[in-house]
């Protein structure tokens, strides 16, 4: 994959799991590139710069066998939204309400992004993450309504 569809991937089918910046992506393609854990592949395009792909090389592919063998560390999960909820206390209703709206067009934007991933996907492993996620944005929407319906009442 190129860098562009990399980060693509992450912001849908992992948008549960990570995140990914052009900022650490392209540096850490980089420390791939440098320990032989992936190769680049120049793509030429008719006017505009040549792409580059990205491919895992064996060496990248026992590393990542590896790593999966090894025990995880606890999960630390950082939710923006969340936080700003929790420090809500004096923000008028109306613009909590606003940003309750606000986030639930993005979690319902990413709900149907990921069902179309989904369904292009074959690998049985990418569906169970994915199954993960979509259970977590229909879990946060009916949570978002809860709320809402506290504000309307307030």
Same mark, same amino acid.
């Given at each position: 994959? *190129?860098?562009? $569809? ?5 912001? #849908?089918? =992992? %948008?549960?799991? @990570? *995140?990914?910046?052009?900022? @650490?992506? /392209?540096?850490?393609?980089?420390? =791939? =590139?440098?320990?032989?854990? +992936?190769? +680049? !592949? ?7 710069? %040549? ?5 895992? #090389?064996?060496?990248? !592919? ?7 063998? @090894?025990?995880?560390? &606890? ?10 909820? /929790? ?7 109306? $613009?909590?309400? &606003?940003? +309750? ?8 934007? =990413? ?7 989904? $369904?292009?996907? %074959? ?9 993960? *996620? ?10 978002? $309504?809860?709320?809402? %319906?506290?504000?309307?009442? &307030?």
């Amino acid at each position: 994959m *190129t860098g562009y $569809d990399i980060k693509k991937h992450v912001e #849908t089918s =992992l %948008s549960a799991v @990570t *995140t990914v910046s052009y900022g @650490t992506l /392209y540096p850490t393609l980089h420390k =791939l =590139l440098r320990e032989e854990a +992936v190769e +680049v !592949q120049e793509v030429p395009q008719k006017n505009r710069p %040549s792409k580059k792909v990205y491919h895992i #090389t064996r060496k990248g !592919q026992n590393e990542l066998a590896d790593w999966l063998k @090894t025990p995880t560390a &606890a999960d630390h999960l950082k939710r923006e939204f969340l936080l700003k909820v /929790y420090f809500a206390k004096d923000l008028p209703a109306n $613009d909590l309400r &606003a940003m +309750v709206i606000q986030r639930r067009k993005e979690v319902e934007t =990413l709900l149907q992004t990921l069902r179309e991933e989904k $369904d292009k996907d %074959s690998n049985p492993w990418h569906k169970q993450v994915m199954d993960y *996620t979509l259970s977590m944005c229909m879990a946060e929407i009916d949570w978002l $309504d809860q709320l809402e %319906s506290k504000l309307n009442v &307030a």
